[in-house]
């Protein structure tokens, strides 16, 4: 029988995707571990990769389509295995192709891409202009006119590649707008993109919700800083730790000792989560994504910084893998890079934790009756006092601050 590859849930918010482009054809041979197909969602494009070894029997979708998620995509099995909807799981209905605007009705499967792409029955683009969620953003934030643009995805889609064209083909020609001082400021209203009205909904959802409280707490950075030197000392060139590896080291390991704080509230119980998996908000030009780093607790400085330097570099490329932008169960914000002292952080739902992290200091402080300089950070926890409470997040802080002010610790 069949397998089924539907639409993945990436994100807490995730309501839909668009699949801009098929990788394997059908009657293609995959491994676990291959990409499949691409997804756009509001965030970034996504490679959807195999969960196991078959052969590709039917492409439902095709390329530039906004899909629910959940639906059903593509249709997976052995060689010589032909597709009809008999052999389909009976729990899963046909395939539903249909703007997110529009309630899901159900529709035969569709052909495989010809190359030119046609709208399934009832989808209409926004103004009547076919451009991918990704596209139409970037084209509002940079004052783009869609209707100007020939688009080279699917059936003349408009995708981020052609803005990103015309945008480079202005600043070439000196036409990209600026604004000198001497003309002032003009009043204008810029319509919310769907990055920002997904980040809106969602820290007003959690700052309504979820009853938070704050713990700050003032840390000695000098011997993590010694380390951490020493340690770069002797990696190859290009290879380096950053303050944040360990950071992310320390929470997962502390997070082992209070696993209230690495929890999630479903109902009327606490679902202690049975993975360490740190997320790690990384700032990009349109907006915020955070990356997640699976099973921290469990690896070595080195692996974590090399996986979390990759998939950040993923994300700015706006092109990042599933398992790296969803799972996470504790969030770091760090925005020491940006000399900024002490923050709170917003819970990312549903986790029950945040933990924000303010820049390295040389401040003066008293030391056996002696002023001495001394290296300093403040780190900030926001909690969900549903699921923990005053005292158990300071034990927690207190834990952390053993871990960065004797570092060797993260080491063994």
Avoid: C
């Amino acid at each position: 029988m069949a397998e089924i590859i539907t639409m993945p849930k990436l994100g807490f918010d995730m309501a839909e995707g668009t699949l801009i482009r098929w990788v394997k054809a059908e009657n293609d041979t995959f491994n676990k571990g291959d990409v499949l197909a691409e997804i756009e969602t509001d965030k970034a494009t996504v490679e959807v990769e195999a969960q196991f070894n078959a052969v590709l029997i039917k492409q439902l979708i095709p390329e530039g389509t906004i899909v629910p998620v959940g639906t059903p995509i593509a249709a997976a099995g052995e060689a010589g295995e032909t597709y009809t909807p008999d052999n389909l799981p009976e729990a899963i209905p046909e395939t539903a192709i249909e703007p997110s605007s529009e309630p899901a009705a159900p529709a035969t499967p569709s052909p495989p891409p010809t190359g030119k792409t046609e709208l399934a029955a009832g989808e209409q683009f926004p103004a009547g202009i076919k451009a991918s969620p990704l596209a139409r953003r970037l084209a509002e934030e940079q004052r783009v006119n869609l209707q100007q643009i020939r688009g080279s995805g699917p059936g003349g889609r408009i995708v981020k590649k052609d803005i990103e064209t015309e945008l480079n083909m202005r600043k070439e020609a000196g036409t990209t707008p600026s604004v000198s001082w001497q003309q002032g400021l003009e009043a204008e209203r810029i319509p919310l993109t769907r990055l920002r009205e997904a980040i809106g909904r969602r820290m007003t959802a959690s700052k309504r919700d979820l009853p938070h409280f704050y713990l700050t707490i003032d840390l000695d950075a000098g011997s993590l800083m010694e380390l951490r030197s020493e340690l770069n000392a002797l990696m190859p060139e290009g290879v380096k730790l950053s303050v944040n590896d360990f950071l992310i080291k320390a929470a997962a390991l502390t997070l082992l000792e209070f696993p209230n704080l690495n929890a999630s509230l479903k109902g009327e119980t606490i679902l202690r989560h049975g993975e360490i998996n740190i997320g790690i908000a990384v700032a990009l030009d349109e907006g915020l994504l955070t990356v997640v780093n699976h099973n921290t607790d469990q690896k070595p400085l080195r692996l974590i910084s090399t996986e979390i330097k990759q998939a950040a570099a993923r994300a700015r490329e706006g092109k990042v893998r599933p398992e790296e932008v969803e799972g996470s169960t504790f969030t770091i914000s760090n925005l020491g890079m940006f000399d900024i002292d002490s923050f709170t952080a917003i819970i990312n739902p549903p986790e029950a934790a945040i933990l924000a992290v303010g820049s390295i200091r040389e401040v003066p402080v008293f030391k056996d009756g002696v002023v001495v300089p001394a290296q300093r950070m403040k780190v900030t926890l926001s909690a969900d006092h549903r699921v923990t409470d005053g005292a158990e997040a300071a034990r927690w802080l207190q834990i952390f601050r053993s871990y960065i002010e004797q570092p060797l610790r993260l080491l063994v």
